[in-house]
């Protein structure tokens, strides 16, 4: 990841305009590109789950007092639709290994220079003024929103606390770290938007 954030800031530095910040940017743009595919399958898990929302909710309804035959229709009415119900999570799950990587190496780098970005002195150190946090809370809440194919309670609490966790952790981390996650949510944010509307122009 080092490497590859060097070979980034390396083209700016070509391009006339050294930055890490951009470097960052592009590298983050550039996952996102390869992790595409993931996306593509999220959406659709995610609109097929939402199809067998009002099955799901007749199931739990009519088997609420057997809880072991409820798991059972639901788990054969998964496999006779040929939807994962985990599907959804696989990008979440894909990008943390980049995520833990890009924190190692924002860590641990050494900046040849140019090491600030916008109003923040140096992307090693964190936010002096707290906007990445709050950005990457509110990024990670519209995303979890978009994902999300069923509001029950659960669902609306983990919605709320993920976004709080992020933005805590975001606070404590490198700047540049939070600058990679704002990116990325936007970026999939935006993925998402165009594919859920590709989706239903096709249905």
């Known amino acids: 990841m080092q490497a590859a954030l060097t070979f980034f800031y390396n083209l700016t ?22 992790l595409y595919p993931l996306t593509v399958k999220q959406v659709e898990s995610m609109k097929a789950m939402r199809e067998l929302g009002p099955k799901l909710k ?11 035959k409820q798991q059972e229709e639901i788990a054969n009415l998964y496999k006779t639709s040929g939807v994962n119900p985990l599907a959804g999570c696989l990008p979440m799950m ?46 990670t809440y519209i995303s979890s929103q978009q994902t999300m194919t069923e509001t029950n309670a659960q669902n609306q609490l983990m919605s709320f606390a993920m976004p709080c966790v ?20 936007l970026f999939q944010i935006v993925q ?7 989706s239903s122009l096709s249905a």
Do not use: C
């Open 13 to 34: 530095s070509i391009m006339g305009f050294p930055s890490y910040g951009t470097a960052i940017i592009l590298l983050t743009v550039i996952i996102r590109m390869l």
């Open 58 to 68: 007749e199931l739990q309804e009519k088997h609420k007092d057997n809880k072991t």
């Open 94 to 139: 894909i990008q943390m290994p980049f995520l833990a990587s890009m924190f190692y190496a924002l860590r641990n780098f050494s900046y040849v220079s140019h090491p600030g970005f916008l109003w923040i002195k140096t992307l090693a150190g964190r936010d002096p003024l707290y906007i990445l946090p709050v950005l990457a809370a509110i990024t």
């Open 166 to 185: 992020i933005g805590y952790m975001a606070i404590h981390f490198p700047a540049g770290l939070g600058l990679y996650w704002v990116v990325s949510n």
């Open 192 to 198: 998402q938007r165009i594919l859920y509307r590709k």
